[in-house]
């Protein structure tokens, strides 16, 4: 079976500002489009057995999804398509919005971004978030790297800052997604010694070099079984990100490199996600 641990799904005008609607992803070199429709995600996953849908909640840097939005498009597919509520610490309502997410609209997870949204994953009101999700056994994807708008803080985007957390619930699950990039090393000794902290791979082909010792170190310190396949569609596509991944296994070849398990991209790209996550179909309610 696989899993993409990483797409979004949101709508503009409405949920996303008009500056950040406009971005080009300059790694890719073109102009991705972030506003995608519901037929278009549902089409372009459609390799997944299983897709993790969500947005983005920020008002800081401009991102102002509505849980509702993605409820209403998973509820298309239940069975393939588990949505994630985006929550925000900063917001008053942020806990409330937990409960909402995940009693009414039927969410399974919370996405959350300290960089994107401006506050520090230890501040109270954050730490009363993952208490609740530990509770009601909800993983939690973290944007915890780098980013581009100006505004968001890098001073709250260092996986470190997870060690914590993960000491305080230890329970929670807990992903991280691009690898923490440009924080690929310290992603990599967190996963290593927090049993419930896994990392994805997404959007992290297009910067090969990056890439490659990034999951050479992985192989390195034996942390590749913590390494989740996620895409961050609309930025890439699933067969773009396995492309991506046999390509850096190649490159290590043709270059001489300390080599890269041969079937590291369907080792990643077949991992039991769901049940690592504690998300398997069994425990649908
Ligand atoms: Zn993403």
């Known amino acids: 079976m696989i899993t ?8 503009y005008p409405g949920e996303l500002t008009e500056e950040l609607a406009s971005e080009t992803f300059i790694m890719r070199r073109q102009k991705v489009e972030l506003n995608i429709t519901a037929e278009q995600h549902a089409a372009d996953t459609i390799k997944a057995d299983r897709v993790l849908v969500f947005g983005l909640r920020a008002p800081l840097t401009g991102f ?15 069975k393939r398509l588990i949505g994630f509520a985006a929550i925000c610490p900063t917001e008053d309502d942020a806990l409330s919005e937990v409960d909402r997410a995940i009693n009414e609209l039927g969410l399974r997870g919370l996405k959350m971004s300290p960089i994107y949204g401006g506050w520090n994953p230890q501040d109270p009101s954050a730490m009363s978030i993952f208490a609740k999700a530990e509770q009601y056994g909800l993983p939690i994807m973290f944007h ?15 996986p470190v800052l997870l060690e914590d957390i993960a000491l305080q619930f230890p329970d929670l699950k807990m992903i991280i997604a691009h690898m923490g990039h440009p924080w690929e090393v310290e992603t990599i000794v967190l996963i290593r010694k927090q049993p419930n902290v896994f990392a ?86």
Request: proline fraction near 6%.
């Open 200 to 285: 994805d791979i997404s959007a992290l082909f297009y910067r090969p070099w990056q890439f490659y010792n990034s999951l050479r170190l992985a192989v390195e310190y034996g942390v590749t079984d913590k390494l989740l396949f996620g895409t961050d569609y609309p930025i890439a596509t699933l067969d773009e990100t396995v492309e991506g991944l046999h390509n850096i296994v190649n490159l290590s070849k043709e270059m001489r490199l300390p080599a890269l398990p041969d079937d590291l991209p369907e080792q990643i790209l077949y991992r039991d996600t769901l049940n690592l996550l504690g998300l398997s179909d069994s425990t649908q309610t």
């Open 144 to 158: 915890q790297g780098t980013t581009f708008p100006r505004k968001a803080p890098l001073k709250y985007a260092n």
């Open 4 to 11: 993409d641990c990483h797409t979004h799904f949101w709508r």
């Open 64 to 78: 102002l999804t509505v849980n509702d939005t993605v409820a209403e498009y998973v509820r298309t597919d239940a």
